[in-house]
């Protein structure tokens, strides 16, 4: 077979149907789609609530709870102890399929009188205000993380610790504002770093220890803004900055804006990817716009 311009059913623009898309619709037996990919993807996410909550009473025990579904909503949503419990049996709602009517409309039923978890959280302890999220401790408001321990108001981080308003992170500890960032420790206010420690502002770096303001530098110690000092002189120029004020940090963010202005970026975070296109991707292959994706082979759009 081969690759198919197809026009879109809703934003009206074209879009291709490779030869191997053809092949896998076939096998799943599912007929090929009507809608291009990013509109197929907004459908998706329009039924993905991830990070809304909402206050209302538990459908089932009536207490008041925090969950993913607004109070309006229509179906009912139970609470993690009532959603878990002897009390929800979902065969309860069954009902009898009617040939002569279509199959969704029929599914819609069903899917409005089952309860809805109100948020998908297990074996959490002491924490609360969480979503997709697993045996993490004392935490408040993660979202998507599992294996964490004293974190608050954080996104995707995973066996991380002492950490606030973070970002995809695994294996990060007493760190603050640092998004894309693997194995590291007391860092700050820094993105796309590996094996770091006590640094702030850091972009793309990798195994630097007490640098200040750097961007792509591998195995450094004492720099700031890509420059070589001294233990001594570092520490001076350190506390010159005043990073411990408020006005100390803003100001620094101006400079380090300024600072990695005309500095080259990596194109993409992406390291040994086969054939494949997209973001954010560690051994994959094959993979056509792909994000997040890892050990991954033969995806597309996921
Ligand atoms: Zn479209
Ligand atoms: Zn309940």
Sequence with gaps: ME???????????????????????????????????????????????????????????QKEIISIFSPNKTYPSWCPDCWWSDDLDSKKYGQDYDPKRPFFEQFRELWE??????LVSTRDVDCSYMNLTADNRNCYKLIESSNN????????????KDLVDCFFTNKVEFSYEVDDCYDCHSISYSKSCYNCLDSAFLLDCRGCTSCLGCINLRGQK????????????YEEKL??????KHSGIEAFKKEFAHFIKDKP?????????????????????????CFHSYDAEDNTYC
């Design 3 to 61: 690759a198919e311009t197809r026009h879109c059913q809703n934003c009206k623009n074209d879009f291709v149907i490779e030869p191997d898309d053809f092949g896998f619709y076939e096998k799943i037996n599912v007929l090929p789609p009507r809608l291009c990919p990013d509109c197929r993807a907004q459908l998706r996410l329009c039924f993905r609530n991830e990070k809304c909550l909402y206050k209302r009473k538990c459908d089932n025990c």
């Design 149 to 160: 321990e004293n974190c608050i108001n954080c996104y995707w981080i995973q066996l991380s």
């Design 222 to 233: 004492y720099n700031i803004f890509n420059k070589q000092y001294s233990k001594d002189e």
């Design 113 to 118: 009188q089952v309860p809805k978890p109100a």
């Design 265 to 289: 970026r990596k194109f993409a975070e992406i390291t040994n990817a086969v054939n494949s296109t997209g973001n954010y991707m560690t051994n994959v292959k094959n993979n056509r716009q």
């Design 239 to 244: 506390k010159s900055y005043k990073l411990d």
